[in-house]
């Protein structure tokens, strides 16, 4: 069998400054959503989008001078929320083929998503067999959520984060920052020394082109940015600004322009299936007809390898497997209770094996 060598793609730079995400962290009270709503009426910018998690300010702040947004609506949960910034992002993207002025999204605040994430990480570590047997024995034990449910944690903070990043637009992604004791590699605190904590994911500034710091009784500071325009002295002390806006960061320091559009960045994905499997469970809860359209789409695709369109029918049949045979279990915490989940997990399998077995590919194939 001959094997092809795939031709080599190739296009010279452009040199275009890409749209930024930029970090603004700081103490309470020292003017962030301030900033971030008087840059949203910016004439250089399109429309802006204002997600508020777990604050209370954007309504009242439509009323700073310039301030020109629209609030996003959304029922609290994590779905909700990737699924708003998700449609922010498509709209951004729209924007940017279409050569509109660049969509603003103004994210109040990442410190209230990452908590969400870490209080629901908590309540499964107190769900779990183990955590329940602990609660059964002591109700005030401590119960320390396992790796996994971490990764699981970090993993939907990073597929905000990815929007975040991807977005063909200007992110303004608000945070909480304070000064806290500094301690060394043991965790114990270091006489007569101070350090920074952003309160958030660790992974924060990574994601952010500029990182901008806001104290009370201080000039906005910025401490790191990746940018050829304008240089912060590494190892340093961060950059004071004393005439600081955002509308000056971007158009201005960084030398962004409305008439130089950023190339759409690629989405990373270990296969094409990826994209596929949320559409699933959204299908599911719709029910078995739109499983079926699913099903449809799924074979229809010509960009998908044959076996990644096997990987989607799987979990389709997996779904709708479930679906006919729905598992009920009176108490969740009782050791008969995890004998009889591993049992129907076993049944299950073998359910979703012959659930189409009625037509010929399947009862999707139709």
């Known amino acids: 069998m001959n094997h092809l060598t795939p031709k080599l793609r190739t ?3 452009t040199g275009v400054i890409p749209w ?8 309470e009270k020292s003017g962030k959503s301030h900033e971030a709503a008087a840059f949203t009426g910016c004439e250089l910018t399109g429309q802006a989008y204002w997600l508020e998690l777990g604050e209370d300010t954007a309504d009242e702040y439509a009323n700073v001078p310039g301030a020109d947004y629209l609030l996003i609506d959304h029922n609290g949960t994590y779905r909700d929320i990737l699924g708003q910034v998700e449609a922010v992002h498509a709209e951004a993207k729209r924007a940017a083929a279409a050569k509109e002025k660049p969509v603003v999204l103004v994210i109040d605040s990442g410190s209230m998503l990452w908590r969400m994430l870490v209080n629901w990480t908590n309540e499964r570590a107190r769900r779990s067999r183990t955590g329940q047997k602990a609660l059964r024995q002591d109700p005030d034990a401590e119960v320390k959520p396992s790796m996994n449910l971490w990764n699981d944690a970090a993993e939907r903070w990073q597929r905000v984060m990815y929007l975040v990043r991807t977005m063909p637009g200007i992110v303004i992604l608000l945070a909480r ?9 043991n965790g114990d605190p270091i006489p007569r020394t101070k350090d920074w904590r952003v309160e958030a994911h660790k992974s924060l500034a ?3 082109t500029v990182w901008v710091r806001m104290r009370r009784a201080e000039p906005p500071q910025i401490v790191g940015a990746r940018s050829l325009k304008f240089q912060v002295p590494r190892g340093g002390q961060p950059k004071p600004m004393p005439d600081f806006s955002l509308e000056k960061l971007v158009f201005g320091l960084m030398g962004c322009s409305i008439h130089n559009q ?7 994905t270990g296969d094409l299936a990826q994209a596929w499997i949320p559409k699933v469970q959204e299908a599911a809860e719709e029910g078995v007809e739109d499983l079926k359209k699913l099903w ?9 390898s044959r076996d990644e369109v096997l990987v989607v029918r799987s979990a389709i049949e997996r779904v709708a497997a479930e679906l006919k045979n729905p598992r009920k279990f009176s108490d969740p915490t ?7 989940r591993s049992a129907a997990a076993e049944q299950q399998d073998q359910d979703a094996e012959g659930a189409f077995a009625e037509q010929p590919g399947g009862e999707f194939a139709a």
């Open 334 to 340: 009782s050791d008969d209770v995890a004998r009889l």
């Open 20 to 27: 930024p995400t930029i970090l603004i962290e700081g103490e």
């Open 177 to 185: 920052g304070k000064e806290v004791a500094a301690v060394d590699g």
């Open 296 to 304: 449809r789409d799924v074979e229809a695709d010509e960009d998908l």
């Open 11 to 13: 296009r010279k730079p």
């Open 262 to 268: 950023p190339k759409p960045t690629p989405e990373l």
């Open 206 to 208: 990574f994601d952010a």
